[in-house]
């Protein structure tokens, strides 16, 4: 059948359909992002996986509540890290799809600060109130640690892109409270284990959050630097 369309009135839909479609197409990334996002959420789970193995082959050691504190801890620590390694690694490389695994990191988490929290609360107290208040008096580094977990409680819950969008720019706000969630963990980590004069671990995290919230603080001193210097130009 022939066309009733003028060719012009024809090129204006196609046009747009083919901006429509390259965004579309753009939004949902390249096509090997959903098995990489599917790898990294298997290999994630890799910490979780060694408790549950460790447990069931009796080789949590003498004290598991112990092992599975620590080992969330440690984790959750790590997946901070990862977290916020992803914005300096996606600038200095250009590799935007980067981007695309930071929900997903930041998710893991909360994930192992909510197995973290739990173990303590639940295996460790058995909700005892009376007996976590006298444990915060005498190591008050958990006071700092539960800090961080309060505060990644809104980060977790408005990760979603329908809340990214809802919130707007107050969403970029509220999530630069994981910067604060960084320097309480390291906190959390260094005080807990300056009672026992082990400081190993915590001076190479600390050196490491140092250098992910080092890189932003001179990306954000550059940025104003110039644009003073702009403005200054422009008067
Ligand atoms: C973002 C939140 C948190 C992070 C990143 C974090 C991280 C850590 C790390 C790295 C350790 C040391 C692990 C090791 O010895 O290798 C640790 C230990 C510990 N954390 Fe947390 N923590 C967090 C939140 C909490 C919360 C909410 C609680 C409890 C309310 C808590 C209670 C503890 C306790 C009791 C230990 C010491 C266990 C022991 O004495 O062996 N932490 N945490």
């Known amino acids: 059948m022939e066309s009733t369309t003028t060719p012009q009135a024809d090129a204006l839909p196609r046009a747009i359909l083919a901006k429509a479609g390259a965004r579309a197409a753009s939004a949902a990334g390249p096509r090997w992002l959903p098995w990489a996002k599917a790898a990294v959420f298997v290999a994630a789970l890799y910490p979780l996986a060694r408790i549950v193995l460790f447990g069931f082959t009796d080789r949590l050691g003498a004290n598991p509540i112990e092992?599975?504190?620590?080992?969330?801890?440690?984790?959750?620590?790590?997946?901070?890290?990862?977290?916020?390694?992803?914005?300096?690694?996606?600038?200095?490389?250009?590799?935007n799809a980067l981007i695309?695994?930071?929900?997903?990191?930041?998710?893991?988490?909360?994930?192992?600060?909510?197995?973290?929290?739990?173990?303590?609360?639940?295996?460790?107290?058995?909700?005892?109130v009376a007996a976590m208040l006298k444990d915060v008096g005498k190591r008050p580094f958990i006071t700092v640690g539960f800090a961080a977990f309060v505060l990644l409680i809104p980060?977790?819950?408005?990760?979603?892109?329908?809340?990214?969008?809802?919130?707007?720019?107050?969403?970029?706000?509220l999530h630069r409270l994981v910067y604060a969630?960084?320097?309480?963990?390291?906190?959390?980590?260094?005080?807990?284990?300056?009672?026992?004069?082990?400081?190993?671990l915590p001076k190479l995290y600390g050196a490491i959050m140092l250098v992910l919230l080092g890189w932003r603080a001179g990306v954000w001193l550059l940025a104003r630097w110039r644009s003073a210097r702009s403005g200054a130009g422009v008067a």
Do not use: E, N
């Open 181 to 200: 969630i960084g320097v309480l963990a390291i906190l959390h980590f260094w005080w807990m284990k300056a009672g026992k004069h082990d400081l190993v």
């Open 100 to 128: 695309r695994f930071r929900r997903l990191l930041g998710l893991y988490a909360f994930f192992y600060a909510a197995l973290h929290f739990t173990t303590y609360v639940w295996f460790d107290k058995w909700f005892d």
């Open 67 to 95: 092992f599975i504190t620590r080992s969330t801890g440690l984790w959750t620590l790590v997946f901070l890290c990862i977290t916020l390694a992803v914005t300096p690694l996606r600038r200095l490389t250009g590799w």
């Open 155 to 173: 980060l977790a819950a408005t990760s979603t892109r329908a809340m990214a969008r809802r919130l707007g720019r107050r969403w970029q706000t």
